[in-house]
C-alpha cells in the first residue's frame, strides 16, 4: 500500500481502515494492512499481527455467543416443556425440583462443554432440545446426557435422517424370519429414487458414524451384492433415545 502521498489519501485509508475494522475479522485484517503498509516484505507477518491472540480472542467470542444463543433456546423449550407438564397435572413444584438437583447442573456443564465444537445454529438447537426433552422424561443423567450431546454436534443431518430410516425398519420389526433382509433390500432398491443426490456410498458412511456412537447395530449379516454394506441394521435403545431427545415439540406438532 505504501505511504500516503497526501491528507485526502490518507483520510481514504483511515475510512477504509475503520470500516473494515468492523467486519467479521476485521481486526486481523486491519492488522495485516498496517502492518504491510509500513513494513513492506516484512517476513513473518502471523507472528507480527499478533494471529495467535486474534485467534484466541475469537474463540472467546465464539463460544460466548454459542452459549448465549443456547441459552436463549433452552429457555424458550423448556418453557414449552413446562406448559406441556402443567396440561399433563404435573405441578409447579414438582418441575421446579427437576432444576434443583446437582443432576441438572452437570447435565448443562456437558452440554455447554459442546458448544466449543460448533457454529452451526441447527446443532446448538439439538442441545437445547435434548435438555429439555431429558427434563421432560425426568432422565437427567449426567453422562447420558454428555454422550447424547456429544453426538448431536457430531451426527449431520443426512446421518439423522438415515438414522430416522432405521427407525422406521424397527417399527415395523416382528422378529419374523427373514423381515430384515427383505427390509432392506426394498430400501436400498428405492434408495436412489428418495435420494436422488446421495450415493450408497454416502449411506454406508453415515450408517458406520451411526453404529459408532451405537446408535444402530449390526443384527445379521447379507451379502454385498444386495447391500452397500455387510449387514442388516436394527435401532438400538441409545438411538431410539437420542432421537426422542432431539425432537422439537415443532416436529412433534407436525406429525
Not at 208 to 215: A, D, I, M, Y
Request: proline letters at 3%; one cysteine or more.
Amino acid at each position: 500500500m505504501g505511504f500516503p502521498e497526501n491528507e485526502v489519501v490518507a483520510d481514504n485509508q483511515q475510512r477504509e481502515i475503520e470500516e473494515l475494522s468492523r467486519t467479521p475479522g476485521g481486526k486481523l485484517v486491519t492488522s495485516a494492512k498496517n502492518l504491510i503498509s509500513l513494513v513492506p516484505g516484512a517476513g513473518p507477518i502471523a507472528n507480527a499481527i499478533g494471529l495467535s491472540k486474534f485467534m484466541m480472542d475469537l474463540g472467546l467470542s465464539t463460544v460466548e455467543e454459542n452459549i448465549a444463543f443456547l441459552g436463549k433456546a433452552t429457555a424458550t423449550a423448556l418453557d414449552r416443556i413446562e406448559r406441556k407438564l402443567e396440561t399433563q397435572g404435573v405441578r409447579v413444584e414438582e418441575i421446579a425440583e427437576r432444576y434443583n438437583g446437582l443432576e441438572f447442573t452437570a447435565c448443562i456443564e456437558a452440554v455447554v462443554l459442546q458448544t466449543q465444537r460448533t457454529r452451526q445454529k441447527a446443532r446448538l438447537i439439538r442441545l437445547a432440545s435434548i435438555l429439555a426433552n431429558s427434563v421432560e422424561a425426568d432422565d437427567l443423567n449426567p453422562n447420558t446426557i454428555d454422550d447424547l450431546a456429544r453426538a448431536a454436534v457430531e451426527l449431520t443431518d443426512w446421518d439423522i435422517q438415515l438414522l430416522n430410516d432405521v427407525r422406521e425398519c424397527e417399527a415395523g420389526y416382528s422378529g419374523a424370519s427373514g423381515y430384515l433382509f427383505m427390509w432392506w433390500q426394498e430400501y436400498w432398491g428405492a434408495f436412489a429414487a428418495k435420494y436422488p443426490n446421495r450415493t450408497h456410498r454416502a449411506a454406508a458412511g453415515s450408517l458406520g458414524r451411526l453404529q459408532s456412537f451405537g446408535f444402530i447395530y449390526g443384527a445379521e449379516g447379507t451379502s454385498l451384492a444386495a447391500s452397500p454394506v455387510s449387514v442388516l441394521y436394527r435401532l438400538s435403545e441409545d438411538g431410539e433415545r437420542f432421537l426422542k431427545r432431539v425432537e422439537s415439540l415443532q416436529d412433534r406438532r407436525q406429525e
